[in-house]
């Protein structure tokens, strides 16, 4: 630790760079070479390059926990290069590619590259038989580089470049099997779907520059208060009642637009839709990056940016109520589903909005602490599904059918390791006590009933109130947690029931089986109605790369919570990120509040969950769902198509976009088609018609007009033509007069006008002369050609008086002295503009 | 100047004149090409006189000796065809009688004023011996004027291969009937967009 | 003024004029293109008659004849390629009257 920390010094650690490195190394080589190399080869380098960033990332967490010491925040950093400049017009923001780590996103390194590594190692197995392997692997080296550069980067941008590569990788590997149609258009949803989000991220990046002038974490935390300053977001319109308009904080425009792109990149409501059908990708996938990682990138993001979101209690509101709602709308969604890849990421869905609503009512640490959790449990689950579809592929090679719930059961009989790592997963989320999810979900819900956001911002403000929350918030999103609680567990013992316990239904397929979707009528009818028997291998356990990772995640979910288990008083969780939310905290208010009726509520509420889904899926054998499914098939049919959510999008949204598309096409084919394109045409083929009767196509007519041409040529050379060029200098007051050359020209002069030639015919070509100011000259120009034909001309020469009305008074002092006359004869007045030079004008001609 | 060089110039000037006269006046090509043959000798005969020798050889190897006869070989390989004229009136004769007038007045007026204007012609001044001789042209040709000059034999290169592209006789490539040519390739399926979706390609190429 | 025939520069550029106009006109009237393709070759020589006159008159350099050699090496470019327009045109249309050669009209 003394050498690493020697090496490293804590303002150079270059180690970060390396971590972030490798992972990309390892994507090239795998990507470009992977095919050629062989599987052997990319499994080494894809495994190897994730290992060995997890052992540096641990050094580094070790480097940071060294030098932690109390409240003290530790940052490890590397400074790259200057990227690019930013002239705000205020000021100029070097925005410099950088890497930070502090106990945020040390702890969140550590469970990427850790559950990452563990995913590769399962993926090694689970891939096997693809012919895109390599491409696979390349793919999640690429992801995980991508979600290091998003959580090391030191500033919003280099955060960007991180939060749109997962964005890539997750859309490549979402329609990694692209031969269906289905797969391409998830990932196509999953992509389209986070623009969105991006764009509040990137709205958020210009309010930011505007308001704090700087990019990276320090140096918004240091200008935070300009974010106070009141914007104009409505114009005044006095008939509506809004004689100044509406004016909000900046901070509360930021916290809009960051958590707008945190609810796209977290599938939050309403952005929430593409997670469910990203279940379209490979298992190992759903579980690294929809379930673990990723998705959890939203949160992070507040936890990292809690400093700016604090400051505006609406934003917090906004945040935590999203959450709640979020955490409870899957949850419903997820009864009725039995895909058990559906169920399981209507579940992250709903974790996810437990996760923000621990960050909305202020408690960033259990928040970032069910990230970690949820990771454990969730990625063991995801892997865990993968397993049991592994296994179902023996008998059914059908990618819906084998994640169908309905075609299993009993499979703990076949799968034993996979059903104990399951059942801990299974433990940990159903909040089972002394499991990680029990303490973290306890600790979430509990600060939402006993915390909120300082309504009066006494932190920053000095006083002013801002707005506040409603009394009540505290006691409903306590409720909505609790309710989303008992529901979780029901659901997932549903999950496990189904897959494990009973008998095994996959020996009989079902028949007519389709998406619930396009279905008529209830599916539990047809349910009943056994397919012809199927022989065939039985479900196998997997090999151990497959239930190692399993395990190693199982025995996670389990003792993971001890790291920050309140009830035992242990707290080095929330001590460890102290110092990263310190800044945070001071926004927010507790009520001091008894623990004990928190607890019995929540073993409560796992209790009722998990009892309810044994008495009717394992006692009366799902009976009573089913009696419930006839008793309001409207409404039973409405949850199990997602509440059609997505048909409603597909109305108004993309609806309106195809609308757009429609008028657009309607005013290319009328309006630019039309009037732009036939009008011209018109005029163009009326010039046509007109002009084809002189194409005769006989030369000889043509040439006719050639000859006429040539003697209107001719005609031109014949006749003298007395023009000439004129060279003036108004301030000067010089002026020349230059005749212009013909053939054997001969030209006589008059300069005084008076009407005798100055001389005869001569080569004198030009005349020279002064003018005063207000002056008028008129000079006389005869020239004769070679025929003896002579043309005149009368040339009038004016020099205009200076115009002095814009100048400069000093300047006009500067000028008396040269006389009453004006401006000075020889050279430029010292206001002169320059357009006053020498300046040639042309002469006509008759 | 003396009286054999008056004498020669004269003839010289009435032979290409008369020449000239004959190319334009003939009825039958083969006429029109031995005037042209003569104006060109007489013109030959001209640069002599001007002291022009190396043109003058020049003149009558390429006019004389390859552009005329190119032409006599062309009447001679069209035959009476050369100067048939085909049914029915003339078309275009108002453009030609109207062209040809004009000429003849802008001509007229032309000359009437070049002549005029300078009422005391000046006389050819004394020149070098060499004047116009292989050496000197050459001289100048193969220094200042090189590269116009292997421009020059870029053009007749271009003018040989053009002239035998389109005199080459195409026998054998009679165009295909319609109907049994291939159909074009059709690269979409299926209507691109909204609005040629009412329009669909026709028979032959669906 | 017998005795300066030939000797003053107008004497040539006479006679160049009124080759090239006849050279015009019978481009202008005639309708067989190879006597129009004849006059073309009479205005050539025309004006390849007037620039050695008045390199004759003003010798300081060779100019006027050096343009002249390349006029002579473009005419024979020209009655090349237009005898073959021309032997091209016969195939097609049976006949050597430009006016036959209208179908680009109305």
């Not at chain 1, 959890?296 to 945040?319: D, K, N």
């Not at chain 1, 036939?678 to 005029?683: D, G, I, K, V, W």
Request: aromatic residues 12%; hydrophobic residues 50%.
């Amino acid at each position: 630790m003394q050498a690493l920390t020697s090496l490293f010094p804590p303002n150079d650690v270059t180690l970060l760079a390396f971590i972030v490195l490798l992972p990309l190394v390892g994507a090239f080589i795998n990507g470009v070479f992977g095919k050629r190399l062989g599987r052997e080869a990319v499994t080494l380098m894809g495994l190897s390059v994730i290992g060995v960033a997890f052992l540096m990332s641990l050094g580094c967490f070790l480097m940071l926990h060294e030098q932690q010491t109390g409240e003290q925040a530790a940052r490890l950093v590397w400074k790259g290069w200057d990227w690019f400049t930013l002239d705000t017009g205020f000021s100029r923001v070097v925005l410099t590619v950088g890497f930070s780590l502090d106990a945020l996103n040390g702890t969140m390194a550590l469970v990427v590259t850790g559950v990452g590594f563990l995913i590769h190692l399962y993926s090694w197995k689970y891939m096997e038989e693809d012919p895109g392997y390599y491409r696979f692997f390349a793919y999640l080296n690429l992801f995980i580089f991508s979600m290091l550069v998003l959580i090391f980067g030191d500033s919003l941008p280099v955060l960007f470049v991180g939060w749109e590569g997962v964005g890539l990788c997750s859309y490549l590997l979402i329609g990694f099997w692209f031969d269906g149609e289905q797969n391409a258009s998830a990932g196509m949803k999953a992509f389209i779907t986070n623009r969105i989000g991006d764009f509040g991220l990137l709205v958020a990046m210009g309010l930011l520059l505007l308001s704090t002038g700087s990019l990276d974490w320090s140096g918004i935390e240091a200008n935070r208060q300009h974010l106070l300053d009141g914007m104009q977001i409505f114009p005044n319109l006095g008939w509506l009642g809004l004689p100044n308009g509406i004016m909000v904080s900046r901070a509360t425009l930021v916290g809009l637009a960051l958590f707008l792109g945190c609810a796209g990149k977290s599938a939050q409501l309403p952005l929430y839709v593409w997670l469910p059908d990203a279940m379209a990708g490979p298992t190992p996938v759903s579980a690294l990056i929809h379930a673990a990682t990723m998705v959890t990138a939203g949160v992070y993001l507040v936890c990292r940016l809690s400093f700016v979101f604090v400051m505006s209690p609406f934003v917090m509101f906004v945040v935590a109520v999203i959450g709640a709602a979020t955490a409870l709308f899957a949850a419903t969604i997820a009864f009725a589903q039995t895909d058990i890849k559906k169920v399981l990421a209507y579940s992250t869905v709903s974790q996810l909005g437990y996760m923000f609503l621990g960050v909305g009512v202020g408690a960033f640490t259990a928040g970032f602490f069910h990230v970690i959790t949820h990771a454990f449990f969730k990625a063991c689950l995801f892997l865990g599904a993968g397993s049991v579809i592994h296994a179902m592929h023996a008998r059914i090679h059908d990618n819906d059918q084998s994640q169908d719930m309905r075609n299993m059961g009993g499979l703990r009989r076949y799968l034993p390791y996979t059903f104990v790592t399951f059942l801990a997963a299974w433990a940990a989320i159903v909040g089972f006590p002394l499991t990680s999810g029990f303490f973290s979900k306890d600790a979430i819900l509990l600060e939402a009933f006993s915390s909120h956001i300082a309504t009066e911002g006494r932190v920053i403000t000095g006083g002013e109130t801002l707005w506040e929350w409603p009394q009540a918030t505290g006691t409903v999103l306590y409720a909505i947690g609790l309710l989303t609680a008992v529901m979780t567990a029901f659901y997932m013992t549903r999950l496990l029931i189904g897959i494990f316990y009973g008998d095994f239904r996959g020996w009989k397929i079902v028949q007519k089986w389709k998406e619930p979707k396009h279905e008529h009528g209830d599916h539990h009818h047809e349910h009943e109605e056994p397919g012809p028997s199927m022989k065939g291998p039985e479900p196998h356990e997997s090999p151990w790369q497959m239930w190692v990772p399993l395990a190693i995640l199982a025995a996670l979910s389990l003792v993971a919570g001890f790291l920050n288990a309140h009830l035992l008083q242990i707290h080095w969780f929330d001590e460890w990120l102290e110092p990263v939310f310190k800044t945070a905290r001071t926004a927010v208010e507790h009520k001091e509040v008894a623990e004990a009726p928190f607890l019995v509520f929540a073993v409560t509420a796992f209790a009722v969950g998990v009892g309810v889904a044994y008495w009717v899926y394992q006692v009366k054998k799902g009976e009573p769902a089913r009696a419930f499914a006839e008793g309001s098939p409207g409404f039973y049919k409405l949850v199990r198509d997602k509440w059609r959510v997505d048909e409603f999008y597909e109305e108004t949204f993309i609806g309106g976009v195809d609308l757009l598309a429609v008028m657009a096409v309607w005013v290319d084919k009328w309006i630019v088609d039309g009037i732009v394109a036939r009008l011209t045409a018109f005029f163009t083929s009326l010039a046509g018609t007109v002009l084809r009767y002189t194409q005769t196509g006989r030369v000889q007519a043509y040439a006719f007009t050639m000859v006429l041409g040539m003697g209107g040529v001719g005609w031109f050379f014949f006749l003298p033509h007395a023009a000439y060029r004129r060279t003036r200098d108004d301030l000067g007051g010089k002026y020349t007069l230059t005749a212009m050359p013909g053939a054997s020209y001969q030209y006589r002069w008059d300069e005084n006008a008076d009407g005798k030639w100055d001389g005869g015919f001569g080569n004198k070509t030009q005349v020279a002369f002064n003018l005063d100011p207000d002056q008028t000259k008129k000079v006389r120009l005869q020239v004769r050609n070679a025929f003896g034909l002579t043309a005149t001309r009368d040339i009038v020469v004016h020099r205009p008086k200076p115009d002095l009305s814009g100048a400069d008074p000093e300047a006009l002092k500067l000028l008396e002295p040269t006389g009453a006359k004006g401006a000075p004869r020889n050279g430029q007045a010292p206001n002169a503009p320059k357009g006053a030079a020498p300046a040639p004008a042309r002469g006509g001609q008759p | 100047m003396t009286l054999v060089g008056n004498i020669f110039f004269v003839l010289m000037a009435a032979v290409s004149l008369l020449g000239a006269i004959g190319t334009v006046a003939s009825r039958n090509p083969i006429r029109s090409a031995v005037g042209l043959l003569v104006t060109i000798i007489g013109i030959a005969g001209l640069f002599l006189e001007l002291k022009a020798e190396f043109m003058a050889a020049i003149q009558l190897i390429v006019y004389a000796g390859a552009v005329v006869v190119l032409f006599v070989f062309v009447v001679m390989l069209l035959g009476p065809d050369a100067s048939k004229v085909p049914e029915g009136p003339p078309k275009g004769w108002a453009a030609r009688a109207l062209g040809g007038a004009a000429m003849a007045v802008f001509a007229g007026i032309a000359s009437y004023l070049v002549l005029d204007s300078r009422p005391a012609p000046v006389p050819f001044p004394v020149v070098h011996a060499d004047h116009g001789s292989v050496e000197l042209v050459g001289r100048e040709l193969f220094t200042k004027q090189l590269v116009p000059f292997e421009l020059t034999t870029a053009l007749l290169i271009v003018a040989v291969i053009g002239a035998i592209a389109v005199a080459r006789a195409h026998v054998e490539k009679k165009t295909k009937a319609r109907d049994e040519r291939p159909a074009p390739q059709r690269f979409f399926v299926g209507p691109l967009h909204p609005r040629d979706a009412g329009h669909p390609l026709p028979k032959e190429h669906a | 003024m017998f005795q300066s025939l030939g000797t003053v520069v107008e004497h040539y550029v006479l006679i160049a004029g009124v080759i090239f106009t006849l050279g015009a006109i019978g481009f202008l009237v005639r309708r067989n293109v190879l006597v129009q393709l004849m006059s073309i070759e009479l205005m050539l020589n025309a004006v390849n008659l007037a620039l050695v006159a008045f390199n004759r008159a003003y010798p300081g350099n060779m100019t006027g004849q050096i343009f002249a050699f390349f006029i002579i090496a473009v005419a024979a470019a020209e009655a090349a390629v237009g005898l073959a327009i021309v032997l091209a045109f016969y195939r097609l249309k049976g006949t050597v009257m430009s006016d036959e050669g209208d179908q680009l009209k109305l």
